[in-house]
T-cell receptor
Framework: GQQVMQIPQYQHVQEGEDFTTYCNSS?????IQWYKQRPGGHPVFLIQ?????EVKKQKRLTFQFGEAKKNSSLHITATQTTDVGTYFC???????????FGSGTKLNVKP | EPEVTQTPSHQVTQMGQEVILRCVPI?????FYWYRQILGQKVEFLVS????????KSEIFDDQFSVERPDGSNFTLKIRSTKLEDSAMYFC????????????FGSGTRLTVV
């Protein structure tokens, strides 16, 4: 079945260091979304990528969608303690009504 | 900012009992979803709902599960005979459309089956 793999599972960084999480799909995706879940909270939508090779930025966050639309990454520059949480990618196939979530990368930022 | 509201926030039930989880999606959204997250694990798709019918469901969403939009505002998930392994956080989500629309998730209902 469709799988979206995400690595690493955990990442501990010092405040100010960069962070990247990677997402890979076994099949070509139509689009991919990224969510952030704070401890004890619910997933919060960050962004959606649709086009092959697309790059989008939100302040210190940079999102990329691979050329083959099978992988994606989220990069955070100069992490802050407010970045703590679990980052999930969620990929959709041709049918936008179902997103397959990756297993998430739990980010811990030490002040 | 508009929110998806879920009630109750925590439900404890005995194995074999029926539970109904309630959600009020954002009012102008057209697509509704249920996801679940077992503690510490990934978010799993259960079902999507559009135009008063299920548009897609996962293998988790077996005959024990059903969804309903009884009155045009509430969106409910019913589990007929709960099992221990149904214990999880259940998230309702809604979106304005397909394609370029993110999901807005509710804060979830933590279901504990004992």
């Amino acid at each position: 079945g469709q799988q979206v793999m995400q690595i690493p599972q955990y990442q501990h960084v010092q405040e100010g260091e960069d962070f990247t999480t990677y997402c890979n799909s076994s099949t070509t995706l139509s689009n991919i979304q990224w969510y952030k879940q704070r401890p004890g909270g619910h997933p919060v939508f960050l962004i959606q990528l649709v086009k092959s090779g697309e790059v989008k930025k939100q302040k210190r966050l940079t999102f990329q969608f691979g050329e083959a639309k099978k992988n994606s990454s989220l990069h955070i520059t100069a992490t802050q303690t407010t970045d703590v949480g679990t980052y999930f990618c969620a990929g959709a196939l041709y049918n936008f009504n179902k997103f397959y979530f990756g297993s998430g990368t739990k980010l811990n930022v030490k002040p | 900012e508009p929110e998806v509201t879920q009630t109750p926030s925590h439900q404890v039930t005995q194995m074999g009992q029926e539970v109904i989880l309630r959600c009020v999606p954002i009012s102008n959204h057209l697509y509704f979803y249920w996801y679940r997250q077992i503690l510490g694990q990934k978010v799993e798709f259960l079902v999507s709902f559009y135009n008063n019918e299920i548009s897609e469901k996962s293998e988790i969403f077996d005959d024990q599960f059903s969804v309903e939009r009884p009155d045009g505002s509430n969106f409910t998930l019913k589990i007929r005979s709960t099992k221990l392994e149904d214990s999880a956080m259940y998230f309702c989500a809604s979106s304005a459309g397909r394609g370029n629309y993110g999901y807005t998730f509710g804060s979830g209902t933590r279901l504990t089956v004992v």
